[in-house]
């Protein structure tokens, strides 16, 4: 599979450092409220935003600088925005750059808490929704109006693993003057990079892969330093802030991210071939098998599967709940991106808050079974199974 990085595994241990006057080695950890003026002259011009500096760590911080920039670097973006979680960098991207009667097209294929903000808070707010198949051009082209300004959905999808071509549908989103947006959060910059696809703006939860291991709330926005200032004002204004901490969390999972990316896909791609050959299991999701509807795809623009994969099990909820049961080693847990691996039942936990008329639509079977694969080995891993 194809991988466009360049001396990205250099980027993620020295992309965006700036030592203090104590020179030291690890990225400073400034857990600070507020920063001090020499004068009162050098805080007025530093709160106009007439002289760069540190003002109020709600919306500047050292620590939580260095992260931006670091991610920024990693996904060729201009510019990072760094938020207190995933959710909230939806938040901010769609508060700060839409206006009520705005209209959006989003994948049907998207995590559930963001289906609810869609539908139970934009949508009050007065933003239009259209949700379609995310593999489908045609229904991306024919949900498109005089008034769409944005495109959004990940890609692979949570769970199903739906995968798009996304230089196709940035071609298509140009010739209608729409911006895409695109969640990396099951790839990351390790292993996809949207902008270099035609991507606009890229939003991650910095929860998953990015911390890797489980420890930390956060979130970012990129794209091109014109929409990030609008993301900005936003965030200084409502205070969806990253804290200093989390983001020197996320710095030191970042260092790490190309090899546990790389790790991990391997046990995943070894894991879903095990599972499409159990006579118990109906169907396994994963792009890096060839079976899956969008193998080609996934060929083309990523550099590997990844390491979520979904599969349904025969005898529905009963037996899928069965299967998590029995298993001692994996953590049932509905979080991912951890290097411990993880096995969820999505029906009941990450799209429970949606009616079963949208399971459906989604694709969301109550035999469903999602893991998010660690890095423990790869045997350890199919034999708590047990299937």
């Known amino acids: 599979m194809k991988n466009k990085n360049k001396n990205f595994e250099t980027d993620s241990v020295r992309a965006g450092i700036e030592r203090s006057q104590f020179g030291e080695h690890s990225e400073g950890l400034f857990l600070t409220s507020s920063f001090v003026f020499k004068n009162a002259q050098e805080a007025a011009k530093r709160f106009s935003g007439e002289e760069p500096g540190n003002v109020y760590s709600r919306f500047t911080n050292p620590t939580v600088k260095v992260f931006e920039e670091r991610l920024a670097a990693l996904e060729g973006a201009e510019q990072c925005i760094a938020t207190s979680s995933g959710m909230s960098a939806i938040l901010a991207t769609f508060m700060a750059l839409c206006k009520p009667g705005d209209h959006v097209v989003v994948s049907k294929s998207i995590f559930g808490t963001s289906v609810q903000l ?41 769970p199903l693993t739906e995968i798009v071509d996304l230089k196709k549908l940035s071609q298509l989103a140009k010739s209608k003057k729409v911006k895409l947006i695109v969640d990396n959060c099951f790839c990351t910059p390790a292993l996809q990079k949207p902008i270099d696809l035609g991507a606009d703006i890229i939003i991650h939860s910095a929860t998953k892969y990015l911390d890797g291991q489980g420890r930390c709330l956060g979130g970012a926005v990129l794209g091109k330093k014109r929409l990030m200032n609008q993301v900005y004002t936003f965030l200084r204004n409502s205070g969806v802030s990253l804290s200093p901490f989390n983001a020197w969390v996320f710095l030191k999972g970042l260092e790490t991210l190309k090899i546990r990316m790389d790790q991990q896909s391997d046990n995943a791609i070894k894991l879903a071939t095990y599972l499409e050959k159990n006579k118990n299991i109906a169907k396994v999701y994963y792009p890096g098998l060839k079976s899956h509807p969008q193998y080609n795809t996934a060929l083309a623009q990523q550099s590997s599967g990844g390491a979520v994969l979904s599969f349904v099990v025969k005898g529905g909820q009963k037996a899928a709940w069965k299967i998590i049961n029995k298993t001692k080693l994996m953590s049932i847990t509905a979080n991912l991106g951890d290097t411990k691996t993880t096995i969820t039942h999505p029906a009941t936990t990450t799209h429970s808050r949606l009616t079963q008329e949208q399971r459906d639509d989604a694709g969301i079977d109550n035999g469903l079974v999602r893991i998010a694969v660690g890095l423990e080995y790869i045997d350890d891993i199919i034999a708590d199974l047990n299937i």
């Open 118 to 158: 869609f539908n139970n808070f934009l949508a009050k707010w007065g933003l239009n929704i259209s949700f379609v198949d995310l593999p489908d051009l045609n229904a991306w082209e024919a949900a498109t109006t005089k008034n769409t300004k944005f495109y959004f959905l990940e890609t692979p999808s949570n």
